[in-house]
């Protein structure tokens, strides 16, 4: 086993950089224990950049994320960039790929692990973040595999009091009440995004807050928010409308709108975050 770095007492608050190096066979299994992941708690200001998880399994009860466990206290105001997951991760609440839960800020990080609860009573599992508390998760995407109970999604199980914008979901997404694409139950604000991957819920799909330019692959998601009329559905391929253009702009995501790759939003190809090769 793997021994958490920070604990809710003693958090990790320093500056971590990864460089782009991968972690290999990443192992974690204790199903009674919270706050699991390469770190277990971190506070303050810290960073975590730049770290790859190719492979492993994490398994854990609460808070657990393939990097991060939680770094959800008040005045915790921490950034995840550039980071990304391939390791199965388990556990009952707030599980993710990256991070199980937040306050703070996550930025271009991606998961392609399996990503899940050890049941289907499970809550708040995402593939790239578990949830996001007064902060702000961009430029991020998921094609793994997420399985939870209420408030599961492909990228972000719930985001409060903060914003999500351009990341999409090509994973497919089995879940409870509040399921989504790319979010699941959210009071913060979803913009630029969206999902192609199929998503199985309850009573409703997708979330709740304010929603602007944001669509999805027509029979993936059958519940829940359905944009203005279809405007947000698209068949095969999509366009944003000149409407949205401000915020599907391109560039090199160092302002508003310019997270996207120049060129992939012309109807024939599906688009890509700036960052991504």
Known sequence: DWEAIGTETAPFTGNFDGDGKKIDRLYIND??????????YAGGSFSLSNVRIASGSVTGKHNVGG?????????????????????????????????????????NCYNTGTVGTAGISGSYVGGVAGQVMNGKIAACYNTGKVTGGTATAGVASSVVSGEMIACYNSGEVTGGNTAGGVVGGTRGNITACYNTGKVTGGRSVAGFGTIVACYWLDGTQTLGWDGSGDTGKFETYFTPSTSDSAEWGTGLGTASGTYWKAGTTNGNSLPKLWWEK
């Open 31 to 40: 199903d009674t224990r919270e706050n699991l992941g390469i770190f277990g």
């Open 67 to 107: 990097l991060l466990g939680t770094a959800e206290k008040t005045g915790t105001s921490g950034t995840i960039i550039g980071c990304s997951n391939n390791a199965t991760v388990t556990g009952i609440s707030f599980i993710s790929g990256v991070v199980g839960r937040i306050r703070g800020e996550v930025i």
